[in-house]
């Protein structure tokens, strides 16, 4: 009798995958079950402030719930009902979409890159974590959403049937949803730039809610509910949305219509599983970029370097930096750029601002009031951007301090960075009053707003430098949520605070001649407003600079002691 032996080590049998590559489903689902109930439950053996917060949420969302199932419960019978159920569970799968991108932290189950070394197959890997998946706040809220809006415009036993079947597809969908695009977008979520769209989640969440708030003002008006008919209209063809809609359809007897919404939900569930099956196969599969060979042929990477430098040799600076001025306020503009695209931190105070300035003249269109002056808000947000320059460097602005060697060298840096604001501000202001005339019909005030909003521009450039040379703090790195070091709260509102109503008090002679010719009745002359505060605005700007710089160089010390805590 002979016996075989593996010829390589490749040939011989790997225990555990034997153990784990023919493991049936009915195995790994309870071990995943098990996993993220541990999960949960060690969210109570936190310390004492953490495990208030926990339960407190936890206790919230139970209040908030019950509340939304008794509220659909009592829109059973009303004429809209349908309208309103098909909207709220089209928002709420979109919110299941969205919210993996902004808190993947925040759930570790989300990130399968976990367990790619374990020996599982991805079939039934993605089995046992859809079902453990279903386990938590999220999922009972949407469970709950689901059969109250069932019972909302479920009519008759057929109804009732197709309702069972739309509470488990909504519930399906919105899970299989939220894993598919977790998984799709993993790698992303776990870089910097993963971490900076985390970042933004507060601007996101900020505009989501004005919308919320919009919406029910509009629901709140004479029209209701019927408000909502031309969304539905769209929406109940839209998984899953459109499976709560299948339901009144069959109640109404239109059943070809309602089977149709149901198949067309379910196949969305089967091709949201096909995504996610192939996402988390190609991770666990394929190289990630941080496992590859970092390092390129050493004569490969230097033909390429010299022949990157031969044309740099010939064209000398590149891309942002060749429509940059020359000399250090150029180098200053372009590291403060670097600084708005790259940091965090800066990034998420730039981004706010801008989309916020935006976002404004909408909404005063979409509510039917406010004016064109309105507009002013975008520049005093974008200009914000210029308190605490130094502070924004956190402890890197020692590097800038060794260059600074009297009021000159300062007066250079702070004009850099103010040309930097100027750059981007002037196009972005132009633009939101632009938008605001538009929506809000006020072309005629146009120039004289156009002209305030540079003067306030100005102004918030002339009193950010100075309060950066005499208010610096520091702005914490540790936390994506401080701005100020809790020891220095009150110099970091006094510096805000301080330098915007300053800027406001120095606007007022050119609010002073807008309103004399007002009165005056000299209205063809408005116009002279536009140029007046754009001369304005730039004396304050470079007043506030000279200003500026030479406290900079007397206090570069204690500057660079306040932004380094």
């Known amino acids: 009798m002979s016996t075989s032996s593996p010829t390589s080590i490749s040939d011989a049998p790997d225990p555990a995958a034997a153990s784990f590559s023919g493991v049936p489903v009915s195995v790994t689902v309870p071990v995943f079950v098990r996993l993220k109930l541990a999960l949960l439950h060690n969210g109570l053996r936190q310390n004492g402030r953490r495990r208030a917060a926990y339960i407190t949420s936890i206790v919230l969302t139970a209040l908030f719930t019950a509340l939304q199932l008794l509220g659909l419960i009592a829109l059973r019978g009303h004429d809209h009902a349908t309208a309103l159920v098909t909207t709220a569970i089209a928002v709420l799968a979109l919110g299941w979409a969205v919210m993996p991108l902004f808190f993947s932290a925040g759930d570790e189950t989300l990130d399968p890159s976990r367990l790619v070394m374990l020996p599982l197959r991805p079939g039934p890997l993605m089995v046992a974590l859809l079902l453990s998946s279903l386990i938590g706040v999220g999922p009972l809220f949407t469970l709950t959403m689901a059969i109250g809006s069932v ?98 359809g069959i109640g109404d007897g239109a059943y070809g219509t309602a089977l149709g919404q149901l198949a067309l939900t379910a196949a969305a569930l089967v091709l949201l599983l096909v995504w996610w099956h192939r996402s988390l196969t190609r991770l666990m599969t394929a190289a990630d970029s941080s496992t590859l060979q970092a390092a390129e042929p050493a004569q490969g990477a230097g033909a390429r370097a010299g022949a990157a430098t031969a044309a740099g040799a010939g064209t000398g600076a590149r891309g942002l930096a060749r429509l940059l001025p020359a000399g250090r306020t150029g180098t200053v503009m372009e590291r403060t750029f670097r600084y708005a695209w790259r940091d965090p931190k800066t990034k998420t105070g730039w981004a706010t601002a801008l989309v916020a300035g935006l976002l404004l003249p909408v909404v005063y269109a979409l509510q039917g009031s406010g004016d064109i002056y309105g507009a002013c808000w975008a520049c005093g947000l974008l200009g914000m951007q210029m308190y605490n320059q130094f502070g924004q460097d956190t402890s ?67 009193t950010g430098a100075l309060s ?97 805590k």
């Open 151 to 248: 019972v909302a415009v479920a009519h008759g036993g057929a109804a009732a049937a197709a309702g069972a079947l739309a509470v488990v597809l909504v519930l399906l969908v919105c899970v299989a949803l939220a894993r598919a695009v977790a998984t799709a977008n993993l790698r992303l979520l776990t870089s910097r730039k993963g971490r900076d769209l985390a970042l933004l989640s507060g601007l996101i969440i900020a505009v989501g809610f004005q919308f919320v708030n919009l919406g029910m003002q509009k629901l709140s008006g004479e029209n209701g509910l019927s408000t909502l008919e031309p969304a539905a209209d769209v929406l109940r063809w839209v998984p899953p949305a459109a499976a709560i809609d299948a339901v009144w």
């Open 396 to 462: 890197a602005f020692w590097m800038v301090a060794q260059t600074i060697t009297g009021p000159r060298d300062a007066y250079l840096e702070l004009r850099g960075r103010a040309l930097a604001l100027v750059l981007v501000g002037v196009p972005y202001v132009t633009a939101v009053v632009a938008l605001a005339a538009a929506l809000l019909d006020g072309w005629a005030e146009f120039p004289e707003a156009l002209g305030m909003t540079y003067a306030l521009l100005g102004a918030m450039l002339a």
């Open 468 to 564: 950066s040379a005499l208010y610096p703090y520091t702005i914490p790195q540790d936390s994506g949520f401080k701005n100020v070091h809790p020891s220095q709260a009150s110099m970091g509102t006094l510096s805000i605070f301080g330098g915007m109503l300053l800027g406001a008090v120095l606007c007022l002679p050119v609010v002073g001649v807008t309103i004399w010719l007002h009165v005056a009745g000299a209205h063809g002359l408005l116009w002279l407003v536009l140029p007046l505060g754009l001369a304005y605005g730039a004396g304050l700007t470079v007043a506030g600079l000279r200003l500026a710089a030479p406290k900079v160089a007397e206090r570069l010390p204690e500057i660079l002691t306040a932004v380094s």
